[in-house]
């Protein structure tokens, strides 16, 4: 079982540029939710995706967008990047009865 | 103020000391209760979950939750070096797993 996995693992953007981070959840998983985790902090929730549709937001912009495939796996896009999006970027996957479960991450850098 | 408050820490402790981490938190909605470790520029791993009160153990780990204090806790016996790393706590209400609160984490170092 490879787990939850995302590509890629660094990336470095420019200002006003746009991102996309990939994510293929734990088999058997059908729920893909991203977080932002800036240094020092913990997570923060973005937003969840089930039945490839966003199901929950948290409080972020709508520079923050994302996707589900039919395979459950998802994209999460930003736009019009800015320095303070510079965070570790996670996905995690579950299904209904379990916990979720984080990827690696993908570090991004915007200079 | 935030929903869930962490011991900021850091803590640094002797090999075979047991460890206390700890985590308050003010939303009454939160009915699962997690901690994750987390190595240096790593993803999160789920160590244990909980659902309401009460303690759960595993190994060498012991999640205590007190919901009349929203208070949790989580306990580390016989330390080891290998358990350097940030604990999350990380908490839910009775909703699908995936949207959870978490804290800003508690960095532990544990010295040989």
């Known amino acids: 079982d490879a787990g939850v996995t995302q590509s890629p693992t660094h990336l470095i953007k420019t200002r006003g540029q746009q991102v996309t981070l990939r994510c293929s959840p734990k088999?058997?998983?059908?729920?893909v939710s991203w977080y932002q985790q800036a240094l020092g902090q913990g997570p923060q929730f973005i937003f969840q995706?089930?039945?490839?549709?966003?199901?929950q937001r948290g409080n972020f912009p709508d520079r923050f967008s994302g996707h589900q495939f039919p395979n459950y796996s998802s994209e999460l896009n930003v736009n019009a990047l800015l320095l303070g999006d510079s965070a570790l970027y996670l996905c995690?996957?579950?299904?209904?009865?379990?916990?979720?479960?984080f990827g690696q991450g993908t570090r991004l850098t915007v200079v | 103020q935030k929903e869930v408050e962490q011991d900021p820490g850091p803590l640094s402790v002797p090999e075979g000391a047991i460890v206390s981490l700890n985590c308050t938190y003010s939303n009454s909605a939160f009915q699962y209760f997690m901690w994750y470790r987390q190595y240096s520029r790593k993803g999160p791993e789920l160590l244990m979950y909980t659902y309401s009160s009460g303690n759960k153990e595993d190994g060498r780990f012991t999640a205590q939750v007190d919901k009349s204090s929203k208070y949790i806790s989580l306990f580390i016996r016989d330390s080891q070096p290998s358990d350097s790393a940030t604990y999350l706590c990380?908490?839910?209400?009775?909703?699908?797993?995936?949207?959870?609160?978490f804290g800003d984490g508690t960095t532990l170092t544990v010295k040989p």
């Open positions: 995690a996957s579950s299904r209904t009865g379990s916990e979720a479960f």
């Open positions: 088999s058997g998983h059908d729920t």
């Open positions: 990380a908490m839910r209400g009775n909703t699908n797993a995936g949207k959870s609160t």
């Open positions: 995706y089930y039945e490839e549709e966003e199901r």
